[in-house]
Each structure stands twice: as C-alpha cells, then as structure tokens.
C-alpha cells in the first residue's frame, strides 16, 4: 500500500501501519467509520481493497474535514486553489507561510489548510493553547508540488467520491449514532508521557470517558479497533487501556525513530492496536492458531510480516 496517494504527509497519521491494521479489519463491512479521521489514511487503504461502499469521516478538527470533503468531492478545484497559493511564495516563502498561517487562524479556509499541512515543519502539525494553528515552515523545502498535490488529490477522490459522509463531531455523539453492521475505527489523541493537551490535535479526550464509551459500544455488539498507546523502548506514550474492556491488544513495531537513530540508540517504535470482542469472534473464530509465547498481548513484526497472539 505503498503507492496510494496522500495529498498530506501528516505526522502521526496511520498511512505507513495501514496494511497491517487493515489486516485485523472485517473482510466487508457495511460501513466503515472514523470518529478520528485525520488524514482518512484508513479509508482510504479500506477502500482501494473494496472493503466496503461506505464512509463517515469525522473529525472534531472542522477545517480537516472540510478540507477532505473538498478534495474528496471537489479534486479540480482544490487542486487549482493549492497551486495558487503555493505559487506565490517564491519571492518570500517564509514570510508567504506566515502570512497564509495568519488568514488561517483568522478564517479557517481549508484551501489554506492544506499548503499549511504540506509546507510545516515535517509535517508535524501544532496548536497553542488556544487552538491556533502555530507550526513553523520547513526551511528545507517548498512543499509539495502542484502536479505532485494534483495527483494525490485526484487519486483519493477516485477512491473515495460518492461514498463518504462528513460530520465534525464529538466522538460520543457520533458513536451513539453507529449501527450495528458498521465497523469503528478509532485512532484518538493520547496523552503521552506529560499527561497533558498532546499539541498535534485540536482537541484532546478525557481517558475515563474514553473507556466508558468503549463499553457501550461492547454493550451494544458493535466491532471496533482502536490505536491508542505505543512505546519508544522502554518508555510508554499513554495509558493502556483497560483489561475490563475485553479488548485484544496487538503491538505493531513501527521501526526505529529517526530521533533515536540520531542519538545513536537502538529503541524501536511500537504502536498498539486494540481489537474489540465482537470483532475478534467475527475474524478470528479459533485464536489458538495465532498463539505464541508472547506475554498478555498479540505482537506483529513489520519487519517480517507476521503476528502472534496470546489472550490478554
């Protein structure tokens, strides 16, 4: 999955695990939903396998979605306005950014939007307390080109025009409304090690009522995974969700940090994926087939391509 397009390269978003989640996913589903949709990266593999006919993005980040369903709906257009806006930085690209940054904060014009995402600093979105957009421009380069945007944008439409349904909502009131043939994907913000507001997102969730409206989704029969917590190493990035919950946990190895690369150490990123009940008695009838001796978790191994699972 590799070669499918993505208008924006934004730090955090599933693009590059996709192949390896959707494996745990339904073969078909009547819906797919996404009450944190990001950059649709889940969606977007789910739909160029055919796993489904049926979308809902969602994302409390309104400017994000609008931003998708006019590339999903409208690829021409956003195609042009991108190539506008990012041919007229050449006299002053930075002081261009800053000044595009500004009318963003001020009118949050999704066509803004995106040659912010494209242009920022590794793609690394951030937002001040007051969830103003407050990342700086990558020095190194310009950001994507027209031709190159143009193709992904177009490319994505492909997959997903006609199909999707966009809402910015709070995720619990969007998950009140999820039916039981759909499939819940879930990809929220997470603490991390400072247990405060993480900067990359909009809007942070509160663990606790995270964990009680996972429960009703198992109350009500519904199948959903959830990417949550991870690892660099030894050291954790949020709070392990529950065993209560019933849920099966898999730890997907991302590969080595580049920061980590850096400094010289050996730390491997680790990400976890939790599968709920409902989902694990649809796609795995007989667990035992996967299991090893790896303790109180399921493990994939990228770098190989093959997992192994134990009951948690």
Not at 123 to 134: C, D, I, K, M, T
Request: glycine residues 6%; hydrophobic residues 35%; charged residues 25%.
């Amino acid at each position: 999955m590799a070669n499918l397009p993505h208008p924006v390269q934004y730090q955090g978003s599933k693009r590059n695990l996709a192949a390896h989640i959707l494996r745990f996913l339904p073969n078909r589903v009547e819906r797919l939903i996404e009450p944190f949709a990001g950059t649709a990266s889940i969606s977007i593999a789910a739909a160029a396998e055919q796993r489904t006919q049926k979308f809902w993005l969602n994302d409390l980040n309104n400017p994000l979605i609008e931003l998708f369903k006019l590339i999903i709906e409208n690829p021409g257009d956003m195609a042009d306005a991108y190539a506008d806006i990012w041919s007229e930085q050449h006299s002053d690209s930075i002081g261009h950014y800053f000044e595009i940054r500004k009318k963003f904060n001020k009118t949050n014009d999704p066509k803004l939007f995106l040659y912010l995402l494209a242009r920022c600093v590794k793609g690394a979105v951030r937002y001040n307390s007051g969830g103003l957009f407050n990342q700086s421009p990558d020095k190194r380069r310009k950001g994507t080109k027209p031709a190159t945007m143009r193709k992904n944008i177009e490319g994505v439409s492909s997959l997903l025009k006609g199909k999707c349904q966009f809402t910015s909502l709070d995720y619990k009131q969007l998950l009140n409304q999820v039916q039981n043939r759909d499939f819940v994907y879930m990809d929220p913000p997470y603490q991390g090690v400072c247990g405060c507001r993480d900067s990359r997102y909009f809007s942070g969730i509160d663990f606790e009522e995270f964990v009680l409206a996972l429960e009703h989704l198992n109350e009500r029969g519904i199948a959903f995974a959830v990417s949550y917590d991870g690892r660099l190493g030894n050291k954790t990035f949020g709070r392990v969700l529950p065993e209560s919950l019933g849920l099966k946990r898999i730890e997907i190895e991302v590969g080595r940090s580049s920061q980590s690369t850096l400094l010289g150490r050996k730390e491997i990123t680790t990400e976890s994926l939790y599968l709920s009940p409902d989902l694990i008695s649809r796609q795995f009838a007989d667990l035992t087939s996967y299991t090893s001796n790896a303790p109180k978790q399921l493990t994939l191994l990228e770098k190989h391509g093959n997992f192994s699972t134990a009951t948690r």
